[in-house]
């Protein structure tokens, strides 16, 4: 019997998604998120309960679209857990088939979903499930070697980021986004931590969504009243309470 949870931020997609789980007599019980951020609580909850736990989640059912954390990026998140549920696409979308499978999602339902195709995808999580839960083996904890990098997951592989190359970090719920010239990546630190943690190395709040280096601001802009920075082509938006801040540490920079 596969403990399942389903993710979507549409309540109607999510109501009918659990009916139809609830409905197949291999899910043993079905819960439902509204967002990637929630599901994220609750598998940190599943995976502190342990695969027998009460709390535990064998498979998530996944939303790819949704506002803020995607599915995609949770699916990212998870490759690097011990153990983590498998997961089962649900989307209106086929762009990110491709995306979805190199990922190792087990299926990738369309919506609107039909009870037959969806009765298939769990068939396909429960055969895999019987198979991995054996051969799962206890992860070593990597640890960031010194303050000059950040450990960073990538499809299952730890890898490490040079603060310096970092151009600016946002904020995703719980977790931070962190950009860099040649891509993004996701880790599971608060924006307020990177924040105290990184103010020695040039990084200034400029949003409550943002942090940015200060090395890497090309133009400050002012344009009716409203201040902004650009940082190679993308252009953030600077709060009204940080703006004034932000032009005396640009000054400072400049002339010091």
Known sequence: MLRALAVDDERPSLEELLYLLNADP??????????????????NRALESGPDGPDAIDVVFLDIQMPGLDGLDLARLLTGFARPPLVV?????????????????????LKPVRKERLAEAVRRAAAQRGTTSREA??????????????????????RFVAVDDITHVEAQGDYARLH???G???????????????????????????????????????????VSVLIGSEELQVSRRHARELRDLLMRRTTG
Do not use: C, M, N
């Open 180 to 182: 860099t010239d040649r």
């Open 26 to 43: 291999r899910i043993g019980s079905a819960e439902g998120a509204g967002d990637a951020t929630e599901a994220l609580r609750r598998i």
């Open 184 to 226: 993004s990546h996701l880790v599971r630190i608060p924006l307020v931590t990177l924040e105290e943690r990184w103010r020695s190395r040039g990084f200034v709040r400029i949003h409550r969504r943002h942090l940015v280096a200060l090395r890497h601001i090309g133009e400050l802009r002012l344009d009716a009243g409203t």
């Open 137 to 158: 083996a206890p992860r070593i904890p990597v640890h960031e070697p010194d303050p000059d990098q950040i450990a960073v997951e990538l499809g299952g592989v730890t």
């Open 89 to 109: 696409f649900v989307t209106a979308h086929e762009d990110f088939a491709v995306q979805a499978f190199d990922l190792k999602a087990v299926d990738y339902v």
